[in-house]
């Protein structure tokens, strides 16, 4: 073994070319991504679903399939063999030296929302494909196997990834997506079965650890003009649905005292919750996205509204600490005005932290380019809080120009794809060393 | 003439038979209406467009023709003559003895709102014409001739009142009903002439008062257990339309203190406009009645929100005030939330006052009945506001229980509605014996 081991060393370090930004100078060096090759790939893929609104790939679309033929032809030209599992996604494997060692997992997903953009899970897909293709043409075994996986159907509630670990309920099976069709129909669609599901589920130990590349999202590394986000972990999110009921009654003949206004309560309780997560310290942020008024109109004090309020914080604590604080600044706000409040949970996810070992194996492979990097919560959610129920996940953010996504004006620039996706393949040669 | 009114005044004191609430007591009394018939007539009309959710009598619609021809046979029935002028309004007269006097008007609409109730109009159409048939069957023969009128759709904007005293524009005459129907065809189809208009058009002298008998809309007179109420004035009426304009960005990557979050914004103002019209004695009124947020998604910081403010009051200099104290909060918290604030009138209506003369006339009336009245604003819009640009007017609310209106809920007790007749009824009385 012991002289296998050294000829993959010979391999993974030998046999790259010189690179001519090297200033020529004849040394060894780990192998890179091609980066012109990586963005004309993400260009290419960008076709499919290109609409004057933005980008239209949502899952079990027309675009979508066609999308995922793309990415699956890609996958064949970098000699990872792709196969659709039972579930739908799209699982490609470059086998290692050493068949016991559990696999290291890395991709992305190439849906989108409506309207979207071409970042978004596109960067990390593509680039996961890119280091298996670097690896094929650099002739690099690994001693682990490499997985690369594109989930199918992240925006919808990470439904590839949550089924590679856990099985459905009937109505996560039932939810209809914005291409019209359901969770249930749209794995027949994309090729999985539903009956194969349990068997396509992995479970703790089947993977050295999944690494996902990924756009910010957010502007902090625009802003900070750093590099490299190494995420801290995946925030925990709570979505409420909050209901203020007052009674209508005539604009004109209703005097301001006599009033049971269910605007004025949830205006209230919007200014609330904003003064909450912001009266302490920490990265918590809420949102109240939608609010809807009724009956709605000009000359008439409304009734009834219904709003939503999307939490989110990388700890816990924090989440169950502000749910409280919420739900007592409603009561409040209600005895005020008059009116009833009523709160219920729509959706939870736990927070997903990332492994410091693979935080750290980050850091150091994008010193080792020059790069410099920044700890940071991803607060979107991602398929790797799935897959952090049975492996170690780490992730790699790369620079959102203005923090824009899940928009057409959605930008991560060549050169920082590049990077991002050197950072993930030196990552992956270094944990295929050195092990966590 | 002193003998033809010597005649008169004897047939409007002594024709009418000793009724037994006055215990028998052979006294002259001045007429009063039929309180049973009213009730019924109002029972009647709400046969004409009921439905599980309400009275749907809107403009123009099957059931507002047939309304209509209900109302006009009750006319008819009280010999009153009624013609359809070309507005489209029916006007029912009866002449007086002196043809060289302005006739007195009284009346009021029976088109509903969407899903309305069986008072708002009704009580004061029916009322009206019930007084024509008492002076008919009390062989009651006026000094001025007394004109009733039952305004076409005046739920849609006082329209008929409106053009008889002014000239409509395209835009009003293209402005389409809930009926689906626009004003331009709606005349032709109850009976209108849009070529006529001019020459249905009345003018100030024509009328010594319009007087109009309606229901309160609000709870004042219920909750004090007043009787009547003489109305002081119809409030003015501003209408805005108000939007915020920030940045859309993802609820979970975008921290709190970089959002330009419109939704936070139009709360903050909501909370604003209502704090402003209660810091300051009087009864003006503001309502947040419609609010639409874009995009209006739960994961969204909403990039967009608009909001309709309703502003009335009796005095004009209040209307202006709070104008511009709306329009410095909208700037100042735009300023804040790092949003864009515009605003603009999409309505308005200048308050009418009603005639201190007539006001005294009805007091006097319901104090010769021994009933209780109270002095109040009318938050709601009638058609009398669009009469008072030729005529004084005067009116008379009797009391919604509840304060409930615009709703299948509505309701006035038929005691209260004869009292309201009975009222509009001595006023004309004593407005054609002593003038105003």
New interface residues.
Partial sequence: MRRREFLAGLAAFGAVPELPEFGGIARRHPPQVNGDRLNRHLAELSAFGKSPGGTNRVAYSEADLVGRKYAAELMRAAGLDPRIDAIGNIVGRREGREPSLPSILIGSHIDSVTNGGNYDGDVGSMGAIEIAQTLAESMVMLRHSLEVVIFQNEEGGTVGSKLMVQPPTDSDLDRVMRSGISVRDGIGRIGGSLAGLAAARRKAGDFLCYLELHI?????LDRTGVNIGIVEGI?G?R?FEVTFTGF???????????RK?A??A???F??AV?QA??SVPG?Q???????T?SP???????GEVTL?V?L?DLKAETLVRFTKRFEALGKQIAAETGTTFAMRA?STNEPAPTDPRLRRRIAQSAESLGLTTLLMP????HDAQEIARIAPIGMIFVPSVG?????PNELTRPGDITNGANVLLQTVLMLDRSGL
């Fill in positions: 910010e999202q957010g502007g902090i925030v999110l979505w209508a009654n005539h604009a004109g003949t209703t005097p301001m005292n006599q206004d605007m004025l949830a205006a209230k919007t200014v904003n997560v912001r990265r942020v809420a949102t109240v996205g939608r609010l008024v709605g109109t000009v000359n008439i004090v409304p939503t999307d989110r729509t991803s607060g979107a959610g923090g824009v996504s899940h928009s």
